[in-house]
């Protein structure tokens, strides 16, 4: 039986917020700022950054550690790193590249056009790993709110991607079937497994031009131009059932 789409479920982070734009520029105004850190390339900065911030969003994610904790861990090791903990304040460093971080942001290229587009004849949920509060603050400051039927926020459901529920409580809300829904997101192992487990069809926003481990899974590099984004979403392409070996490791 073939199923008509009625539900565009989107990623937030990275796939209409461009997250890892603002790191970059955050960063970069941090090797600015410090001398320490203009003996090391961008990129190694912005990796390690990143890497930081994976570990104690994990943390965030269950409730372990307070989102002001997270924030303090995290520059705290970040200057331990570079034997700098004596000379600086972990807060006030990570509070300089918090504001940096706020004055580059921006939507991804193409997500508003796209999402004013589906508005017309589509249900448009957020499927996200992160705080209520501050997702719902993000889509109200990037403009996107007004686009966005129902949302399903990990702390706000009890289950982050790749879990099954989190994607199930999302279809709850749209009202309508995973046979009827198209997700699409950037990570491979919480989007698209998750999406592919909860029997979403996914299609991979591939912005870095990473080799897909399964060709036969819809892939795109850009939102834009949005009538491309709607030709695959309306394309049914099957998809192979794949079960990562360890979610709670994604």
């Known amino acids: 039986m073939s199923f008509k789409v009625r539900v565009v479920l989107f990623d937030l982070d990275d796939t209409l917020y ?11 105004a941090l090797r600015e700022k410090h001398a320490f850190l203009q003996d090391y390339p961008l990129e190694h900065l912005t990796q390690l950054s990143h890497k930081l911030l994976e570990e104690v969003h994990a943390k965030l994610l269950k409730g372990e550690i307070s989102l002001e904790d997270a924030r303090r861990i995290r520059w705290q090791k970040f200057l331990e790193i570079f034997r700098q903990e004596e000379n600086h304040d972990p807060i006030t460093f990570g509070a300089f590249y918090l504001n940096a971080y706020y004055e580059s942001e921006r939507v991804v290229p193409g997500s508003i056009e796209l999402l004013k587009t589906l ?3 589509f249900s448009i949920g957020i499927i996200s790993n992160n705080l209520l509060a501050e997702q719902i603050e993000k889509m109200k400051r990037l403009g996107i709110s007004e686009y966005i039927d129902f949302f399903a926020i990990s702390e706000e459901v009890g289950a982050a991607k790749p879990d099954r529920k989190i994607f199930d409580v999302a279809i709850e809300r749209s009202r309508y079937s995973a046979e009827e829904t198209v997700l699409i997101g950037d990570s491979w192992e919480n989007d698209i497994v998750g999406a ?5 069809r996914p299609i991979w926003l591939n912005r870095n031009n990473a080799e897909s481990p399964d060709p036969r899974i819809a892939e795109i590099s850009s939102l834009e131009p949005s ?8 394309n049914e392409i099957p998809t192979p059932h794949i079960t990562n070996p360890d979610p709670t490791s994604a």
């Not at 461009?18 to 970069?28: G, P, R």
């Not at 592919?196 to 979403?200: E, H, Q, S, T, V």
């Not at 009538?227 to 309306?234: C, M």
Request: proline share 0%.
């Open 18 to 28: 461009d997250h890892s734009y603002h790191i970059t520029s955050a960063i970069s």
């Open 119 to 121: 508005k017309k004849d």
């Open 196 to 200: 592919l487990n909860a029997g979403i």
């Open 227 to 234: 009538e491309d984004v709607i030709r695959h979403i309306l």
